[in-house]
């Protein structure tokens, strides 16, 4: 059994919170390729904090899932650990710590939020610009502590937020009006979130090394959710509707439209400004993501639309389905949920049995034709390729595509595919799945 720990700016000093296990090997922030290069097994622990993702490619989740299915166990908090655990709990993939549990219950959605500018490792991994999500609980100290009213706590958060995040500096706070004395008080309650968050997850790494159940005491997340609402359905009807219902990305849509217009009359009510022609969009401007001269589409919002659709459909269509797509849900009001629920009214959970008794059915038989075949070994090239010809889009279209049927990304879409590859590949009328649902 290994140790591992990826770590930077986060906490330039680690090795203070070890408290005498000396085997843990301390690496610098990870990248694409790191932990592949370990060549985890079982009983490894290896527990990420920061990472890097600006300069060089970032970790991917095939890699996480990679160690995971070795036996490994992967911790995550704080900055990148804590995106990706977020995004790889149901897979098995433990946060740690309040960033993550903010990331995971979709209270924080930015990546931004944890990114800061930092000297490198000769440097001592010293942060250059503050995390937004520190000045946001150090905030909500202080309006806890009545020693700032709500508004102005947002209305800062609102700002920065605005700023890229190589620019958020106490100096810039401190230059503004009466910023003197806003400094000093955002000092004197600073709460720096990603440290208490990597020392939390040193403190699982440490203790117990041994015992690391695969999926025991992840915090009830939205993909846990989703990720139980599979085996509350009678086996796999979200999943596989999710994967080949026809239609699933109109249901999709609707219900995160849904909940995006009942969020907006509970936390933004009737008399908020309405400067698009559109509830969704209007809301989207509530929430600081959109400005009203944005009526074409802003090149950050690019990404979630695919090329078919950036050429035929107007920009507010566009930037309706751009937005529909950024939005995340909080975990009482997962579009999963309720698309599940009426995927089983609308009786279809009999179909999904089926299809899934199949696909159980075709892997068992290959497995025992072909020495050494296991739907783990299917490459992850092919089942991209099987995902663009069934959404008809170019593979590097497959994380909008992954948004559009409620999927956190690519990896966990293929992941979600992986056992239905040779039924979908070789017998693609058994998955033609038509959906009929109001
Ligand atoms: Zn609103």
């Known amino acids: 059994m290994r140790r591992f720990l990826f770590v930077g700016p986060s906490l330039p000093d680690p090795r203070r919170y070890f408290g005498g296990a000396d085997d843990i090997r301390v690496l610098p922030p990870v990248k694409a390729g790191d932990l592949l290069a370990l060549e985890p097994g079982p009983g490894d622990v290896i527990g990420i904090i920061d990472g890097l993702f600006h300069q060089v490619r970032s970790v991917q989740h095939k890699e996480i899932l990679h160690a995971l299915q070795r036996g490994a166990t992967v911790l995550g908090a704080a900055s990148m650990g804590a995106l990706r655990a977020a995004e790889l709990a149901p897979f098995g993939m433990r ?15 930015a990546d931004d939020e944890v990114a800061v500018v930092h000297t490198d490792r000769e440097h001592g991994f010293r942060s250059l610009t503050f995390p937004l999500v520190s000045l ?3 905030l909500e100290r202080l309006v806890g502590l009545e020693r700032m009213s709500p508004r102005e706590a947002e209305g800062l958060i609102r700002e920065m937020r605005a700023l890229h995040y190589t620019d958020r ?4 706070l401190g230059g503004r009006p009466r910023g003197a004395a806003l400094r000093a008080c955002l000092e004197s309650a600073w709460i720096d979130a990603k440290q208490d968050d990597a020392i939390r997850l040193i403190e699982e790494l440490t203790r117990h090394p041994q015992v690391f159940p695969e999926l025991r005491d992840v ?3 939205i993909y846990l959710h989703a990720w139980r609402l599979g085996h509350e359905t009678g086996g796999h009807t979200l999943r596989i509707y999710q994967l080949f219902g026809r239609g699933y990305e109109e249901l999709h849509a609707r219900l995160v439209q849904d909940a995006i217009r009942a969020e907006c009359a509970s936390r933004c009510g009737p008399a908020a400004s309405a400067p698009f022609p559109d509830a969704i969009l209007n809301h989207a401007h509530h929430e600081g993501y959109l400005v009203p001269d ?5 090149p950050r919002l690019r990404p979630w639309l695919t090329e078919r659709e950036h050429a035929g459909e107007p920009p507010l269509t566009l930037l309706r389905k751009a937005v529909t797509r950024a939005y995340r849900m909080l975990p009482d009001v997962t579009p999963d949920a309720e698309a599940a629920r009426r995927l089983r009214s609308a009786g279809l959970a009999a179909r ?4 899934h008794g199949l696909a159980t ?7 025992s034709r072909l020495p050494g075949f296991s739907v783990e070994s299917i490459p992850d090239d092919r089942l991209a390729q099987l995902a663009s010809d069934l959404y008809g889009v170019r593979p590097d279209e497959l994380e909008t595509a992954a948004r559009m049927r409620g999927f956190s990304c690519a990896d966990v879409l293929l992941a979600a595919l992986r056992p239905y590859y040779l039924l979908a590949k070789y017998n693609p009328e058994t998955v033609a799945l038509s959906l009929d649902v109001s």
């Open 95 to 109: 946060g740690v710590g309040r960033i993550f549990a903010d990331f995971a219950s979709g209270r924080l959605t």
């Open 136 to 138: 946001r609980y150090t």
């Open 169 to 172: 500096t106490l100096e810039r």
């Open 219 to 221: 915090p009830d997340t």
């Open 294 to 298: 944005d009526t074409a589409l802003p």
């Open 352 to 355: 999904a049995r089926e299809v």
């Open 361 to 367: 059915a075709i892997n068992l038989n290959a497995q």
